[in-house]
């Protein structure tokens, strides 16, 4: 494989100085930022189902059935390979932590399956008469430091030039087949449990509209770079049924695919769910993501919404988390251990936010919010 093929051929067109590298906005070249510029759920269903079904091989243990986080390949009878990939447009100015955030969010979808990365392929899409080396560089520096921190190596990649920044990775993992966790295994009476707290997407509204300050662009560093390391530890529970980590489709979409994936219905507790509380200030004063509303114009049918519960709770729910925490769906009687579990790895704000049940016939797949 040429590693990073054609990334030689587009390098030196533009040599600009450290001083205009300094000045420049990522987030100016993009329309959209981070898994807010996700393609909305309805119209992907849409597309996907247009797709012809390609080989199903027994060793495919999870493919395109459900909307799962990665593809699991069943290597022997102790291993099966984890494989994902994402990538998106800047949420951030900073090359440096634009490459930390996506590198972090593509290798979520690993743990999020219970599986161990052992190594990534860079994807790399730059505006190259736009954006000189030295900040396509910080880009990958980026990338490379959370690899490292995930003790992995990026072997490898592909760049193109194109009109908008885009990074991303090409994750691979393993994972004992028995351990995988999918996110259509979840079980009538399982209780829900949230990792990280909702609000990205409003922080980096605020942020693309010049409200953000540092401390709130550090708090929303803080979340948006740290890894899910600890779903390979929940993995190892045994009532640990379903896993999927929070992105593009916000809280109540992600909980959804849950939902049709497990033939369930799921209740939220709006009350319990952790929020980061800058985020709170800024949903109450309007600010919100366009995917927000794109998700809820998709999934809002399929949502009970309380009738007094105010308009930024809702913003909150439907609200694209970009590398979000992990959702867990587990028997009552380890959910203190799954809680103890992140709180242990670091995610102070994990909690409790609500149950799994069985569907009312006739109604659906439904998710009601109380």
Avoid at 199 to 225: E, F
Avoid at 276 to 287: D, H, L, T
Avoid at 320 to 327: A, E, F, I
Avoid at 345 to 350: E, I, L, M, S
Wanted: glycine letters at 12%; a negative charge; charged letters at 15%.
């Amino acid at each position: 494989m040429k590693k990073w093929h054609g990334w030689h051929n587009h390098a030196t067109m533009n040599d600009a100085s450290p001083v205009i590298a300094e000045n420049i906005k990522l987030t100016q070249f993009a329309h959209g930022g981070g898994c807010g510029c996700k393609i909305a759920p309805g119209l992907l269903r849409e597309i996907l189902a247009r797709a012809p079904q390609g080989l199903v091989p027994p060793e495919l243990l999870v493919g395109t059935e459900t909307a799962d986080d990665a593809a699991v390949y069943r290597l022997n009878d102790q291993q099966a390979l984890v494989a994902t990939t994402d990538f998106f447009t800047p949420i951030v100015d900073d090359p440096y932590d634009f490459g930390r955030i996506a590198a972090t969010n593509a290798l979520s979808d690993i743990y999020a399956m219970g599986g161990t990365p052992i190594m990534a392929l860079a994807i790399v899409g730059m505006p190259i008469a736009k954006l000189p080396p030295e900040v396509i560089g910080r880009v990958l520096e980026g990338g490379a430091a959370v690899c490292r921190a995930a003790g992995i190596p990026i072997a490898g990649g592909h760049s193109i030039d194109v009109l908008e920044p885009i990074y991303g990775l090409v994750g691979l993992g393993l994972v004992h087949p028995e351990k995988v966790r999918r996110n259509a295994d979840a079980r009538a009476g399982d209780v829900l449990v949230l990792g990280k707290p909702l609000g990205v997407g409003v922080m980096s509204a605020a942020l693309k509209k010049g409200q953000l300050d540092a401390a709130g662009y550090a708090d929303m560093l803080s979340h948006t770079t740290q890894l899910n390391r600890v779903g390979m530890a929940l993995a190892q529970i045994d009532g640990v049924h379903a896993m999927t980590d929070v992105t593009g489709f916000g809280l109540a979409g992600h909980l959804l695919e849950i939902c049709r994936g497990s033939q369930l219905s799921a209740q939220v507790d709006l009350e319990r769910l952790p929020l980061i509380p800058s985020a709170v200030q800024w949903a109450r004063e309007g600010v919100s993501t366009g995917a927000s509303g794109r998700n809820w114009a998709a999934y809002g049918t399929d949502v009970d919404w309380p009738e007094t519960a105010p308009d930024w709770q809702r913003t909150l729910l439907t609200d694209p988390q970009t590398s979000g925490g992990l959702l867990v769906s587990c028997a009552p009687e380890v959910a203190d251990a799954v809680v103890r579990a992140f709180h242990g790895d670091g995610f102070a704000q994990a909690a409790i936010v609500g149950r799994m049940q069985a569907s009312s016939p006739g109604q659906g797949h439904r998710l009601l919010c109380a």
